[in-house]
């Protein structure tokens, strides 16, 4: 199931890979895995674990913050069968 994190987090990890002139296979290589890998977290097929952005996020030398930027943290989240990720009752005021 894809959520617009999971593509947000992936075009922040491809936009930053370009802007250091990267392959998919180099990057890879760096953090331990195929760059078919690398090309499913970048479309967001794949979900990135803690570990895995930690690790991305030092090889491309950046704070693992960069990769949430610009993400709208009021909206919830939309899943790939249109139903959202937000439990009832998390943004009600008390």
Request: hydrophobic content about 35%; aromatic content about 6%.
């Amino acid at each position: 199931m894809v959520t617009r994190i999971d593509v947000h987090l992936g075009r922040r990890l491809r936009r930053r890979r370009r802007l250091l002139g990267l392959t998919q296979q180099q990057l890879g290589d760096q953090v331990g895995v195929r760059f078919q890998q690398i090309q499913k977290y970048e479309c967001g097929a794949n979900r990135l674990s803690a570990a895995r952005l930690w690790e991305l996020a030092e090889a491309l030398k950046i704070p693992v913050g960069y990769f949430y930027d610009g993400l709208d943290v009021g909206a919830p989240s939309e899943t790939s069968s249109g139903t959202s990720d937000a439990s009832p009752g998390l943004n009600q005021a008390a």
